[in-house]
């Protein structure tokens, strides 16, 4: 995947369908569209999932909470999503075990069966049975669970994934499929024949150079930022998304050192949180904070942090405080208003929804990334027939995403999060020794060897030293401080891949030391939200 090379295709084209915005529902609209055979160009404003997509809890689930609520139709569909993730990414999907600690008698009967109605759900894609836990066992799963008034636990399973990983695999896969995916390409209005959006003017922003584009139908999959795009086509259009802030932290695996999750259902004040085993350290979150303004970079909240460190505390018996924070984040849920989605909607589902406007304009909200599968198809589906389309069967059911391996493949990982690059590891592990210096780490508390720079930026189209240490790996969510003492590196590294000078190099260690800045507790948020109150029922 080679940014020059998509740039020199995109003169003279007409596609079938331009998606704005390459985060999971962009890019799966991307696969779904060029598989069944519809020539796709995508582009997206900064990096691939530099928005909410790559700041997720990193689960593939049905949704416990729904099941809750008697929403059985919509666990059923993310269940299935699930068992299809893992069959086509096997090396970006795995099985994750869970343990609900039991402190009080009903919870075991109440969880115990919850989840065995989840299991069935689930009928043949099922990961694993769900079974109730004495109290000794509980305590060997999750080691540093609170033991005072434990008296056991009930495990479920869900699967986990690297969003920002699997967003790349995307990326390639439309790509291998003939897609052009352009990062760093915002679109800046949409063009018009008549009444009728017949295509998009894009900037890029690395050169400045201002181009047209045109297509049948121009598909909006901007999450958050989907009002923005609907008003560049109408003034007059309604806002339909609520944005809703969720915030992680990330501890030392000491805090859960095993590879058991644990998920409490119900904190006191009636929210999840997940204490997640992930690249070896630990994932704790999330909130959900009703905020009215979008940003591509929003900054956790001192109150979520306080809720989250307070909360875990009540559950673990190794407790954290502020100062084991290696990184925090925050990421913006794209929410569907109650009631702003019409009756001219094409309405879905309760999660996701597709609406044309007037002018033809296909926009594309709600959802989760465990289902972007789906809501690429509905959305195709629909864009086919706005666009006057031939119809052609949906294809991405099974189909193996860019380096799927078989789960029971011989590829051995020399590192464990090796395994994500599935079946290119082994061209990564050469370029890392070919390249002088390649298999030096880039700092002695990240994971991630000098080799993997260009690999990122050879392969994965990678342009800067964010896209390098937030998404092609995952070192500023697992360690910022460590991040930003490994970023002059990394420049240097991105400049001579891409032939960039001194002051390019200086200006990206400056910007990403800003940055990474903002993944550090003590950089705190000073901007509150109007409503700064975190609400009833948590989501992820
Ligand atoms: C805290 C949190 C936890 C979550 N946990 C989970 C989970 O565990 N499991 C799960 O299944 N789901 C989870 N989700 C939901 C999931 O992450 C989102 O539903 C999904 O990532 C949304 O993807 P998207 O592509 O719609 O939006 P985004 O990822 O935001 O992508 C939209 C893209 O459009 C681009 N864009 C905007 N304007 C323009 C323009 N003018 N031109 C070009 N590009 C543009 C943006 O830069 C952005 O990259 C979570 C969400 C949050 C916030």
New binding site residues.
């Given amino acids: 995947m080679n940014r020059d090379y998509m740039l020199r295709r995109l003169d003279g084209t007409t596609w079938d369908f331009i998606v704005?915005?390459?985060?999971?529902?962009?890019?799966?609209i991307a696969v779904d569209a060029q598989t069944r055979g519809f020539s796709t160009l995508l582009?997206?404003?900064?990096?691939?999932?530099?928005?909410?997509?790559?700041?997720?809890?990193?689960?593939?689930?049905g949704g416990v909470r729904y099941l809750k609520q008697g929403n059985v139709g919509l666990v059923v569909e993310?269940l299935r999503e699930r068992g299809l993730m893992c069959l086509n990414a096997p090396h970006l999907v795995q099985d994750l075990a869970f343990v609900v600690p039991r402190y009080r008698w009903w919870e075991g009967p109440f969880y115990g069966i919850g989840f065995k109605v989840y299991d069935r759900l689930a009928g043949k894609l099922n990961i694993a049975r769900s079974r109730v836990l004495d109290r000794e066992t509980t305590i060997e799963r999750i080691p540093n669970v609170e033991t005072d008034g434990l008296l056991g636990g009930v495990q479920y399973h869900d699967a986990q994934f690297d969003?920002a990983r699997m967003?790349i695999a995307l990326a390639r896969t439309a790509a291998d499929a003939g897609a052009i995916v352009v990062n760093y390409?915002?679109?800046?209005g949409l063009v018009k024949r008549g009444a009728t959006v017949s295509g998009v003017k894009?900037e890029d922003r690395e050169t400045g150079r201002q181009y047209e584009l045109h297509a049948s139908v121009v598909i909006n999959?901007?999450?958050?930022?989907s009002d923005?795009?609907r008003r560049?086509d109408s003034n007059e259009t309604e806002a339909i998304i609520a944005p809703?802030?969720?915030?992680?932290l990330v501890l030392d695996r000491g805090f859960q050192p095993s590879d058991t999750a644990i998920m409490v259902p119900q904190t006191d004040d009636g929210r999840v949180l997940f204490v997640i085993p992930w690249h070896g350290r630990v994932l704790v979150?999330?909130?959900d904070t009703a905020v009215d303004r979008v940003d591509?970079e929003p900054r956790p909240l001192r109150e979520e942090i306080d809720f989250i460190l307070r909360n875990a505390a009540r559950y673990l018996e190794r407790q954290p405080v502020e100062a084991d924070i290696l990184s925090c984040f925050?990421?913006?849920?794209?929410l569907v208003q109650e009631g702003s989605v019409r009756r001219s909607t094409k309405s879905i589902s309760r999660e996701h929804s597709v609406v044309v406007s007037e002018s033809g304009l296909v926009t594309?909200?709600?959802?989760?990334?465990?289902?972007?599968r789906k809501?690429a198809q509905d959305t195709v589906d629909d864009a086919t027939e706005v666009g006057g389309l031939p119809e052609r069967p949906c294809r991405t059911e099974n189909l193996p995403l860019h380096g799927a391996v078989k789960p029971r493949s011989t590829v051995a990982y020399p590192e464990p999060h090796m395994r994500y690059y599935g079946s290119d590891a082994a061209r990564v592990a050469a370029l890392m020794e070919a390249e002088p210096r390649g298999r030096e780490l880039l700092h002695p508390n990240l994971p991630y060897r000098r080799g993997e720079v260009a690999w990122a930026v050879r392969q994965e189209m990678a342009r800067t030293v964010e896209d390098v240490l937030s998404r092609r790996t995952r070192s500023l969510l697992l360690d910022a401080r460590a991040s930003r003492e490994a970023a002059p590196a990394v420049a240097a590294l991105v400049a001579a891949e891409l032939g960039r000078d001194a002051e390019w190099v200086a200006r990206q260690i400056a910007e990403f030391d800003a940055l990474a800045a903002g993944y550090l507790p003590a950089a705190e948020n000073d901007r509150a939200p109007s409503r700064p109150s975190v609400a009833a029922a948590s989501?992820?």
Avoid: N
Avoid at 244 to 248: A, K
């Fill in positions: 704005i915005g390459g985060g999971a529902t962009g890019l799966g582009l997206e404003q900064c990096d691939f999932a530099k928005a909410t997509s790559s700041r997720s809890t990193k689960l593939v689930h993310a969003d967003a390409m915002p679109v800046v894009a999959a901007t999450g958050v930022f923005a795009v560049l809703s802030q969720g915030v992680h979150g999330t909130t591509i925050a990421g913006l849920r794209p594309i909200v709600g959802g989760k990334w465990t289902t972007y809501m989501r992820t």
